[in-house]
Each structure stands twice: as C-alpha cells, then as structure tokens.
C-alpha cells in the first residue's frame, strides 16, 4: 500500500492541481486513515478544485462540445435575450464595430453552455446533497446569461464570465395568440409583443439546462430516446443499448408495424427506455420549453402535420366542386389531417388563393362508407374558420392560408382506407390550389406521442405533464441505483478509467481475472454506494467531497505492488493503484504548480470568448487531442495508455519547459522564490570546489582590484577556471568592454603563498591573440572566454585565491570575472552539491523519496556531467546562446519585469502581447544571463530528463 505522504501527493495533483505544502505532509505523517482521509478531502476547495469538478463532469456529460456554439438561440422565447441580440447586432452591422456585440453574445452563450457543469460543481463545493444536480429548481448563471434569462442577481464581479449564482428563468415565454414577432435576415428576430406566453419554467438540475438537452438533442424518430439513455447511463447506471442483445432477424428487423411498441425484440429495451424518453416531452430539439406554436407541446411537425398526399384541386367554385381521394393507413386513434399548401396573395389588389373544404367521406378496401364528416362543423382548429350559407348547402372551412386542419374520423380497426373530400378553391397565380392528405394520431393539447409509450418511470407515470421532467429527477434521485451510478460516474475522474464490468463472454482473453476483478469491484462498489446514501463517518447524505475521499483511500487508489504468481489474481488488481496517465490538463497543471511555468499558456482575445488562460496542453487549438484529450463531440474518450505520437508531444514539452524554468529560475527569480533550484548556485558545476562571481570596478593598473576567492581546497593539482562573460562592444561608438589580468595567487590559511601565476606568461588556449594578447606585463581579454589556470595545492585547508584585474569599462555594466577552484567530478563539493539538489528534485518532480547514492540520482547525476562537458567543450559563456522557448507561457516574466504584457484594443476586441523591446533588452542588454561554468545549461537536460520520466507523466 502507498504510504499516506504519497497517496496525499497524488490526490493533491487530483483535486488540487499542486503539490502538497509542508504543513499537509507532516499532517498525515505516521497517521491513520481517518487523518489522511480529512487531509485528502481539505484539498477539496479553490479554484483547481473547481476545475477538476468541471472537467471531470463534462468527461461524462460531454456538454463542452457546445462551449463555443450558440447554446441559446435566437427564437423569441427568451425576450429579454431576443431584443437585446436584435439591438446589438444591429448597432455592429451598422458601425462595423462588433466588440460590444461580440463580448455580449461570447458572454451569454458561455453562461448558457457552462450551467450544468457549473451546477454539479455548486452542488460539491456547498457541500450540497448530489442529488439536487437533478432537482435543483435553479440554473447557474453568469451575468450575461441570468440577464438574458430575465433576472438580475447580485454578484461579486458584474463584469466576470466565470462568476456563477443560481437562478431562475423569469423570462420566458410560449408563443401563443398575441405573440408578435419581426426578423431581419441579417440582423435577427425582435419580438414585439410577447403575448401572454409567460410561464414557469419548469427546472430539473442539469436535465432541463439547454445545452444538456442540446448535446443530446431530440429528433422526428428519436424522440428523446437518447436524452433517456445518457440520463439512464449517467444518473442510474444503466447503460440500456447493453442491457439486451440485439437481433439480427432478419424478420424482426423488417417489421414496420410500431416495433417499440409491439416487436418482443425491441420492446424489451424501449418498454423502459421510452417512458423516460416521455419525461422530457416538453423540451425540443435545441432544449426550449413548449416551442411550438400554442405553447402546448414541443412535438415535432411533421408527427402533428405530416406533409401527406399532394392534390391539385382544379375546382374554382360550389357547382364545380371536385372530389379528392386519398389512399391512407390509419389506426383507431387517428385523425385526417388536410393541408393547404400554396397559398397566394398580392396585397392590395383582391388576388387571393383560398381552398375551400366541403365533406370528407371514409371508405374501407372494399369501398365501404366508415364515416363522413362536414368540415363546416370543425372546432378547436387555428387554421381557418367556417362559412354558412343561407341554404347550408354549400357550408364548408375556408383555408387562407398555408396550414392545416384536424378532422376526427371514427376508424373501426387499423388498417387501410381510402379519403374522399368534396373541395374547391379561390383559383389565383399560376397554379391550382394543392390539397394535402395524411393521417396523424395527434390531438390538440396532446406533450407526447400517442404512438409511443406514456411518459413514466418505474411503472407510475407523472402527474402533471406540464412538469413531468421535474417530477422524474424526483424519481431518479429516490431510486436506489442513484448511489451506485454515482460511484460509477466519479471513479473515473480519480481512477482514470471506468468501472471494471463483466466480461461478455466465457472465451474471452483473461475471462476469470476479468470477472474476478469486476466482482471486486462491484463490492467496493457497494459499499462506497451504501455510505454515500446515508453519510460516510456521520457525516451528511450524498456528500461527493465525501464520496471523493473515501475513493482515495481505498485499496484500489492506494495499492502499489502485487505479489504472489497468481495469474488470475494479477489480472484482477491490474486495475489497482491507479497509476494512470496523467490527462493534458493535469499535466500542464503539475508543471505549473512544480515549476511556475505552463507550456504554451497565452489569454484568448475577448471575442473568444473572453481573456481566459489557455495552454498548449489544455487547448483544442493546442496538443489537447493529440495528447489524448477529448473535445467532447468526435473524441470522447480519453486515451489512457502512451502512443508514439502522444511520447512526442510528452517529449516537446519537456525540452520546451525545462530551459525557461531554469533560466528564470537562476537569472530572473532571487533564491528565495525559487520552486526547484534554490540552495545551488548556477556557477556550482560537477568539479568546483569553490565558486565566486566578481564585479571589476578599476579601470587603470595603478588602482586595480584584487578579487578574492576563500574556501577549503584539498591537496593536489587543481584547475582555477577564470570567464569574462559579459564583454561589449557598440559598432557605432567604438565602446569596448575588456577584462586585463595582471596576476593570480594562491594563499594558505597561514598567508603563506603557494601558488602564484602571472597572466602575460601563461598560455591563453581558446582566449589567445588575435582575440586576447597581453600589452606589457598582463593578459588583455577581448571577448566572452574561458581561461584555465593549472595550480598545485600542497596540503588541505582554507585557501584564498587572489587576481589582480582592471577593465577598459563600457556600457551600463561593469566588466565580470567569474572565478571558481576545480578538482574532480567525483569528490569536489560542487559534485557533492549537484547530487544533493538531485535528491530534492527527484523527490519534488518524481515524489520519489531516494538518497544522494541511489540509482535514480546516479542516472541523473551521469547524464549532468556528460552535458556539462560537451557543453564546456563548446566554450559559449551565454546562458542564450541557443534556443529557449520562455516565449512560450504569456506569464512568463510575471514577478520578473513589470509591465512585459501590451493590451492590444481591435474593434472585434482585445487581446495581448509581449513587449519584446522590454524584454529583450533585459535578457540581451541590461541582464544577460551568463553561464560561464555550462552548469546551468547542464539543469536543463536533467530537467527535460526528469519531465520525461514515466513517474511524472503518470499519476
């Protein structure tokens, strides 16, 4: 089992997106596991726990894919939304400046396309009962969407788009008599006159929130069946398309005669997929409330008006009226359904094309009459209206327009007939009238089809129809598999992958470890089920933080090895332990909390939607789908196991990330602040004994500067290294930066001289003429360059090392000699120090605990100096001298320069931008990085090496 220090390493990545502080480990040390189960659930608050509540529920739900779309349309049921989207748009088509419009509609949607995320993640943060994501009477709402919604709450921040309340819909209405509307095509709709459609928007939790309705949208065949089978999947457990086999009868598939409703091979799915589908009989397509005409229903047309049989009907009068007939299939429920459909009119001028519907006769096959009916006689139409003579004669509904009217027949059985209606029509325009002939079982004030099972759930059905989505979450939540379900929904985003099921069949690879791992499972299972019901420890009911915590102290998170040569029993706990891939955002949010630096961060301009932080990890636009991620829509599944493709991007990230965090690190960030190199100079390589940097102040001989360097040094032959790395030199005024060297001195502790140098007499290497000579009796160096002075050390003790130097001084900076005493790679303290720095980041990057002697410091420490020499063979003193990428995160020089961002104002919006000139005038000019002993560039391979390592990449 993994002891609590790491299981609380790992949660806290989970849930909050860091690392443990200091106080948290030494909270759980030598604990049990009530004391680690209350530090892992105080991880549970802020803003990364939030995210991780996000992100873990749209891996089930899947409503990101809206994110970026119009969840909320323009359509005339949201008036407050509706007038304000006309207003907008208009001013932005008429100015050509679509910031204001572009801000509030970006706003809107996000409001409207976050809710039911937004709402689990209120629901866990409050500590509220899980099942209120399905009973909440409220929607969560930011401040452009609760606007649209027809309220006004208070919040913090009127101007931030992450800030949600819950709310209610106050402002919508049904489109009913007195509803009155205008559209623009390349404007928009604007509603006049909302009528008297205001209703009370019947709320569900995240069921009734539109872009959950939207994301599983309803159809003219599917009719809310997959709005059943995810609320069945995410809330009960039940994955219904797995709960029977399918046929592959041939017969059976080819049965046309209602097959929900009467085929045993699909009944035994759709008898309970279907009523559930009916719970949702008020929302349509897009996920408004009753949007049909009338505000009765949300039906589609084509059930309530089917297009049916064209006929011309060529009559112009009463005495040239025509007989239409019609074949039609009908059952006894049904209605006729006859349609004027090309209707014409020339305003101001009497031209005018009306049909005009006399009497409909039912006859069977056989031609019998089963039943006539005078359409004078018609009520309960909106189509049309009646017309009697003064001899009732010719009584009949006139049609002004294109629609349609509803005749009741008496139908003796299902089958086929055949329609006859007397008919004629106000001829005008170029053509006859068209009658339109068809069947529908739709009667008026009908929410749900009558061909279709009755909305229900668990064999009651609602009572009130109005309301029956509200009524079903009720049902839901009171049902014993809620519990279980969400287990099942929250175990992935901690496990990293689903629940183990039942393999389907006994030949299957590793059948019996499968199954016994499901078994396992299922009674964990059943447990976490029973406390989440009742409250784990006392605590409340349905309390996910709870749920959470108890998850990761369970023995499938914790577990570590296996032993024992069990095939079976290996294959059952291959699941255990949860050493999983960690998913793109994960990973760029340990890198952020390990190293201050996030890969291909920048702020999104305003218009998309707002200045929101992204990262090349995080991002759609980014490596997020490469890397395994998922947008919610084509990929929906994450991947769990490394591929070669996502190795590179694992790999780009290493080598991008690790040169901007050490150079900020060394150069940008005093030691203080510093999250992985603080303690370790930059200078310290694998064979100093004693480091210095020193500022040359003299610029004449007869003043010069004696620098001093104090230390232990061993006996023996030793290496005084000696760089001037900042040379200067400006083209257009001659100003040159040069370091002169007179004479170096080695000192005992007894202030005895041991060693002694004069620089004119040495053999300069790489810093010899023509760029460095010696003028007179000292060493002139021209350049950035390195020089070695070979010394001899006759006993072990405290040492001073002592050159005498001056400088031709120009630019804003004094000239720079870097100084540091050198032995072995082996027994120098620089060698001691570097491993020790490597046990604290292992420690810190890998959460590996190891000592300065293990094999993993000794890879890293082998790998450091293979580095460090090839790099001082190349002899560059500039840490820049090759590419490093600290372009790469928009906040990189946060609490480095001020004021490195530039806000950029367009007319669609803003966005940011580097000041370069700053930047590279700190980093090229005014603070040059120098890494005149190549150890910093040697960090930079172990890093990216450490990056790499399986152990950071997996949780």
């Known amino acids: 089992m993994a002891s609590p220090r790491y299981t609380l390493r790992r949660a806290a990545l989970i849930f909050a997106g860091r690392l443990p502080t200091a106080a948290e480990y030494a909270s759980v040390a030598g604990g049990d596991d009530a004391t680690l189960r209350r530090a892992v659930r105080a991880l549970m608050t802020g803003p990364a726990f939030h995210e991780f509540l996000l992100r873990a529920t749209n891996d089930r739900l899947l409503t990101e894919r809206h994110v ?127 009528g008297p459609g205001l209703v009370d928007h019947p709320h569900a939790g995240l069921l009734s929130t539109m872009v959950f309705l939207r994301r599983y949208p309803t159809t003219a065949t599917n009719r809310n069946r997959a709005r059943a089978r995810w609320t069945y999947y995410h809330f009960l457990g039940v994955d219904v398309e797995k709960s029977a086999s399918r046929t592959t009868d041939p017969v059976a598939l080819a049965d046309t005669d209602n097959p929900t409703m009467k085929n045993p091979a699909c009944t035994v799915c759709h008898s309970v997929l279907d009523p559930v589908a009916g719970a949702f009989q008020n929302f349509g397509d897009v996920g408004f409330y009753r949007d049909q005409w009338g505000g009765l229903d949300s039906l589609d047309g084509l059930y309530k008006d089917p297009e049916g049989e064209k006929r011309a009907v060529e009559a112009g009068s009463w005495e040239q009226r025509e007989t239409v007939t019609a074949p039609l299939t009908l059952a006894l429920d049904s209605q006729v359904v006859l349609g004027f459909v090309n209707d014409y009119w020339v305003g101001g001028t009497g031209i005018d094309r009306n049909l005009r519907l006399h009497r409909l006769a039912l006859h069977d096959t056989g031609g019998n009459v089963v039943d006539v009916v005078d359409l004078v006689d018609l009520f309960g139409q909106t189509c049309g209206e009646p017309v009697r003579t003064a001899d009732a004669s010719s009584d009949h509904w006139v049609i002004w327009s294109d629609c349609s009217v509803r005749v009741p027949v008496d139908v003796p059985a299902d089958g086929d007939y055949v329609v006859e209606v007397t008919t004629w029509a106000d001829q005008a325009g170029d053509e006859p009238a068209r009658l339109a002939v068809a069947a529908s079982p739709y009667r008026l004030g009908d929410a749900w089809y009558r061909d279709m099972r009755a909305p229900g759930f668990g064999g009651e059905s609602p009572p009130d129809a109005a309301r029956s989505l509200p009524w079903l979450a009720r049902r839901i939540v009171a049902d014993e598999r809620f519990a279980e379900a969400a287990v099942g929904f929250w175990w992935p985003a901690i496990m990293g992958r689903d629940l183990a099921v039942p393999p389907p069949e006994s030949d299957d ?96 301009p305003s218009a998309r939607p707002f200045r929101r932080e992204t990262d090349a990890l995080s991002d759609l636009e980014g490596y997020r789908l490469i890397y395994g991620g998922i947008d919610s829509d084509g990929m929906t599944d994450r991947l769990r196991e490394m591929n070669s493709v996502m190795a590179a991007v694992a790999r780009s990230h290493a080598v991008e990330s690790s040169c901007p965090i050490v150079l900020r690190e060394f150069y940008g960030l005093p030691e203080e602040q510093r999250r992985l190199f603080g303690g370790i100079d930059a200078a310290v390589s694998p064979r100093s004994d004693i480091v210095g940097k020193f500022k040359v102040a003299a610029t004449t001989r007869a003043d010069a500067d ?47 001289e041991v060693a002694s140098v004069e620089f004119e007499a040495l053999d300069a290497g790489a810093c010899a003429p023509p760029l460095a000579d010696t003028e007179g009796d000292h060493l002139v160096v021209y350049r950035p360059c390195r020089l070695d002075v070979p010394v001899e050390i006759p006993a072990g003790g405290i040492h001073e090392v002592e050159v005498v130097a001056w400088a031709d001084q120009a630019g804003d900076q004094l000239a720079v000699l870097d100084m540091a005493v050198e032995s072995d790679t082996v027994n120098s303290a620089g060698a001691r120090a570097i491993r020790n720095k490597l046990v604290d980041l292992i420690e810190t990057v890998l959460g590996v605990e190891v000592d300065a002697s293990s094999p993993d410091v000794e890879a890293a420490y082998r790998l450091y100096v293979d580095v460090w020499e090839r790099r001082r063979e190349t002899g560059g003193l500039r840490f820049l001298d090759s590419a490093c990428a600290y372009g790469a995160d928009i906040r990189y020089f946060d609490g480095v320069l001020e004021d490195a961002l530039v806000e950029v104002v367009e007319d669609w919006g803003l966005y940011y931008r580097y000041d370069w000139e700053r930047i590279n005038g700190l980093l090229y000019r005014d603070a040059i990085p120098y890494d005149s002993s190549a150890a910093a560039r040697a960090w930079v391979a172990v890093l990216a090496y450490l990056l790499l390592d399986y152990r950071y990449l997996y949780l």
């Open 68 to 194: 970026d779309d119009q969840t909320i349309e323009n359509r005339g049921h949201l008036v407050a939304f509706d007038n304000e989207y006309y207003r907008l748009h208009a001013e932005a088509v008429r100015t050509g400046r679509w910031q204001e419009f572009a801000r509030w509609h970006q706003g809107v949607q996000h409001g409207a396309a976050r809710a039911p995320l937004e709402l689990v993640a209120h629901v866990v943060g409050n500590d509220l009962p899980f099942t209120e994501v399905l009973t909440a009477d409220y929607v969560m709402a930011n401040p452009w969407a609760a606007s649209a919604y027809g309220t006004a709450p208070t919040f913090v921040d009127a101007d931030d788009p992450d800030e949600f309340l819950p709310v209610k819909i106050a402002g919508y209405y049904t489109k009913r008599q007195g509803y009155q509307e205008s559209f623009d095509p390349g404007i928009g709709l604007r509603v006049l006159n909302p």
């Open 509 to 604: 690879v590793d059948f019996d470890g499968r199954l016994l791992a499901a078994r396992a499972q299922a009674s964990t299972v059943d447990s976490l089920a029973a406390g989440f019901r009742t409250g784990f420890h006392d605590g409340s009911p349905y309390n996910v933080k709870d749920l959470l915590a108890e998850i990761v102290v369970s023995d499938w998170f914790r577990a570590q090895t296996f032993e024992g040569g069990d095939p079976v029993r290996a294959e059952a706990l291959r699941q255990a332990g949860a050493r999983r891939l960690l998913t793109p955002e994960e990973l760029a949010h340990k890198t952020e909390s390990i190293t201050g630096f996030r890969w291909g961060r920048w702020i999104h």
């Open 706 to 752: 004696t620098l001093v360097l104090r230390g232990h040094l061993t006996a023996g032959e030793r290496n005084i290294s000696l760089a001037f790395p900042n040379d200067y030199w400006n083209a257009d005024t001659l100003e040159d930066r040069n370091l002169r060297l007179d004479r170096l001195v080695v000192r005992d502790a007894a202030d005895l």
